[in-house]
């Protein structure tokens, strides 16, 4: 074969390759494209789990690494630029070779199982502009070489278990406009020269051992997180032409006055606040009409005292109120009516006195969550209290409530399933300003902390109060209700025998009462009964049987004439259950003693004078009357 030939040949394929070459082969690449072809096998290498295949595309034989799953090359030069393997579930470590990838701009490892350590090499890709880790198992120390990307904007490093402090040489990433490391393990200050960095919109540290004081607030964050740390010392106050949106300082060991940062200029924006979980004391200032965008306010669990400042009324876009855990006195001041778009109220443990007032339920119409518990409110449960249709949560417990439980109870059409429609407005974070909401609530002998489920939470507390009369039918037409608490009141007559259509109840404590009659055959049909409590009544008759019922702890029923499993007392001495009690009250029976009605009536004649002519005169003692006659004639 001559010279020629051979020169022939070569321009020949040279030809065909250049027509293939967007096709296949890597040959008329960049020369840096064989680096980032090695560095991704090499990655792959370290991954030792892949139940999903996310890299199956990533082989040997497969020379086009563009084409790779969650692999972006950069059209022109076709190097890597964007690594995204989110949710692929790998399993493994992320190899040093990634900083071989050095036009890299954006990875992506969002919820896998990397462990070990985030590799220094990393350092070196100075085209970073977004680093995102998030939901991994990555340890060891934020590498101080990442102080190298100096184009990074994006940092999320949140839900690892990384250690150690927030490396020096943070305030040289000028570009940096999003910072989190949430959900870690790490620990020190904040380092000053973070508050340096002009473009910083979000500080998200929520959840680690951080410490030290917070001084100032750079006027370009929107949103701090520092929720669940060990910071201390005063609040901040904000300056003029803060953009701060969003401040969660709750679980902290802040001190002090709340004068300092809510009387402070720069508050105007802010939708979201929440000191909870603090040791802040003294009054709760008078400087609400500053905060005019408020949406959600958190207070919970200081030691504030004095009384509601008058000014939350000038707050109207408040949704959200949490001042529960406190010492906070006096009456509910009359400028709440203005919170017309509150959907939660929150004062338990408090030392509130007065009555409930009914503005609550004329101008607060959109509450789910009410919660009173553990104050000294007095007077009756206003009727108004009824117009709340949308409640599903209402806590009233351990007061010094009296009179009677309203029959308008079942005016609440969430409770009732009339209404199904179920936003969860509830839905709680402690970072990036999602609205919060956390409710300590007792159910089923237990005191729990709600969050995300708070939405599905069904609760009416009215135990510990000094409540009289009869439990009202009414109230089991609330065929969605979860925990129905009416323990140590004054509570007479029966338990409703309709009490079975309260399909969903899971806890039903009545305890501590004066009821009277027999258990509800009824509460047999209730499947979801975990927690039950009749006891210290004066109920009678055989125990109804049901796997749930017979399953309680015999302490459930102790107090009364009760008999039959679980009780050791059989019932050879008592009747057979007569459920005619019950359905007086429901209407169902038509048995007729005719001997009594004769009497009825010739007695009316003799007492048509003497009683009822009175009667006409008092219309709660004729109800009460035609009752009382109506149940006689049924007897
Ligand atoms: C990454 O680059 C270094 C030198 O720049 C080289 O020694 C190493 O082999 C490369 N790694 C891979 C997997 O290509
Ligand atoms: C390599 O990847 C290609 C797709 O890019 C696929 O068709 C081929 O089956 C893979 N080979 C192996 C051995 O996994
Ligand atoms: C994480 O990814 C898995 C699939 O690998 C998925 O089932 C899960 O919902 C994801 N978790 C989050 C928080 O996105
Ligand atoms: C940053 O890069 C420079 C060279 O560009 C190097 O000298 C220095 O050690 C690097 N710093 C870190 C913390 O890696
Ligand atoms: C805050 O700044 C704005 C201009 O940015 C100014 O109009 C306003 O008067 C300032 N308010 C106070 C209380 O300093
Ligand atoms: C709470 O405040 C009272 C005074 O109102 C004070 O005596 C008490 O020590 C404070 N408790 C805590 C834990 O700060
Ligand atoms: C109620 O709101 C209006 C404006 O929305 C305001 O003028 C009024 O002062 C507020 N009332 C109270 C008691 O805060
Ligand atoms: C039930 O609530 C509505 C408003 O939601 C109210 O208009 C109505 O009067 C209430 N009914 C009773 C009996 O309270
Ligand atoms: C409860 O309220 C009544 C008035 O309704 C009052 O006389 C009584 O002192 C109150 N009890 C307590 C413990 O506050
Ligand atoms: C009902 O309330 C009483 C008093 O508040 C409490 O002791 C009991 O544990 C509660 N019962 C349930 C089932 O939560
Ligand atoms: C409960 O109310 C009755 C009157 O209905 C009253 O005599 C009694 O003192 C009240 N109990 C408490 C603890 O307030
Ligand atoms: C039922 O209530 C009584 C009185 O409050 C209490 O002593 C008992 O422990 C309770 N039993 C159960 C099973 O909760």
Not at 99 to 124: A, D, H, M, T
Not at 152 to 159: E, M, R
Not at 371 to 399: E, K, M, V, W
Request: with cysteine; glycine share 8%.
């Amino acid at each position: 074969m001559s010279a020629k030939w051979l020169l022939f040949l070569q321009s020949f394929l040279f030809a065909i390759l250049t027509h293939l070459a967007p096709f296949s082969t890597p040959i008329h690449k960049a020369p840096g494209t064989n680096v980032d072809r090695l560095a991704l096998l090499a990655i792959k290498s370290m991954i030792k789990g892949d139940p999903q295949g996310l890299l199956t595309s990533w082989n040997q034989s497969s020379t086009d690494f563009c084409q790779w799953q969650g692999v972006t090359c950069s059209p022109r030069h076709q190097r890597v630029t964007h690594l995204d393997l989110s949710d692929g579930g790998l399993i493994g470590t992320l190899s040093p070779s990634i900083g071989n990838l050095s036009f890299l701009r954006v990875i992506q490892l969002f919820n896998n199982s990397f462990s070990n350590e985030i590799p220094p090499e990393i350092g070196r890709l100075f085209r970073l502009r977004e680093l995102r880790l998030v939901y991994n198992s990555f340890t060891g120390k934020i590498p101080a070489t990442i102080m190298n990307c100096s184009n990074l904007q994006v940092l999320k490093l949140g839900y690892n278990n990384l250690v150690g402090n927030i490396p020096d040489g943070i305030g040289s990433l000028s570009m940096l406009s999003f910072l989190y490391l949430n959900n870690n393990i790490l620990q020190g200050g904040i380092p000053p020269e973070i508050w340096r960095l002009f473009r910083l919109q979000t500080l998200d540290l929520y959840n680690n051992f951080f410490t030290g004081n917070l001084l100032s607030i750079a006027p370009t964050l929107h949103t701090l997180s520092l929720c669940f740390n060990n910071f201390g010392g005063k609040l901040p106050s904000l300056t003029n032409g803060s953009a701060l949106i969003s401040l969660d300082l709750s679980r902290n060991y802040f001190v002090g006055s709340l004068h300092t940062l809510v009387c402070s200029n720069g508050v105007n924006k802010i939708e979201y606040l929440n000191l909870g979980y603090n040791q802040l004391s003294g009054v709760i200032p008078e400087c609400w009409e500053k905060w005019s965008s408020l949406i959600v306010l958190g207070l919970s669990n200081n030691n504030l005292s004095g009384e509601i400042p008058r000014t939350l009324g000038s707050i109207p876009s408040l949704q959200l109120l949490n001042m529960g855990g406190n010492k906070i006195s006096g009456s509910l001041p009359s400028s709440l009516m203005n919170l017309s778009y509150l959907k939660v109220l929150q004062l338990e443990q408090n030392n509130l006195v007065g009555i409930i007032p009914p503005w609550i339920g004329i101008k607060l119409t959109l509450l789910k969550l009410l919660n009173l518990r553990s104050n000294n409110f007095y007077g009756t449960i206003p009727h108004q209290l009824c117009y709340l249709s949308h409640a599903h949560i209402l806590d009233l417990a351990h007061n010094n409530l009296s009179g009677n439980i309203p029959r308008c109870f079942n005016n609440f059409s969430v409770l009732s399933g009339i209404e199904t429609n179920l936003e969860n407005t509830f839905s709680f974070s402690c970072n990036s300003g999602s609205v919060y909401a956390v409710v300590s609530l007792v159910t089923k002998g237990r005191e729990d902390t709600y969050d995300d489920i708070l939405g599905l939470i069904m609760l009416l507390d009215l135990s510990s109060n000094n409540f009289s009369g009869r439990i009202p039918t009414e109230l089991t037409s609330l065929h969605k209700l979860k925990s129905l608490n009416l323990s140590g009141n004054q509570l007479t007559g029966n338990i409703p025998n309709k009490i079975g259509d309260m399909k969903e109840l899971e806890s039903f404590d009545v305890s501590v009462n004066k009821l009277s009659g027999e258990l509800p055959v009824s509460l047999s049909r209730l499947n979801f009964l975990s927690s039950f409590n009749v006891s210290y009544n004066n109920l009678i008759g055989r125990v109804p049987s049901s796997t749930q019922i017979q399953s309680f702890n015999e302490s459930s029923f102790l107090g009364n004439k009760l008999c039959g499993a679980p009780l050791i007392n059989d019932c050879v001495h008592v009747d057979k259950p007569d459920t005619t009690s019950d359905q007086k009250e429901d209407g169902g029976s038509h048995k007729v003693d005719w001997g009594l009605i004769i009497s009825i009536v010739l007695g009316f004649i003799t007492g048509f004078w003497a009683i009822l002519v009175p009667l006409i005169l008092n219309r709660s003692r004729r109800i009460a009357y035609f009752r009382l006659l109506r149940k006689l004639i049924k007897v």
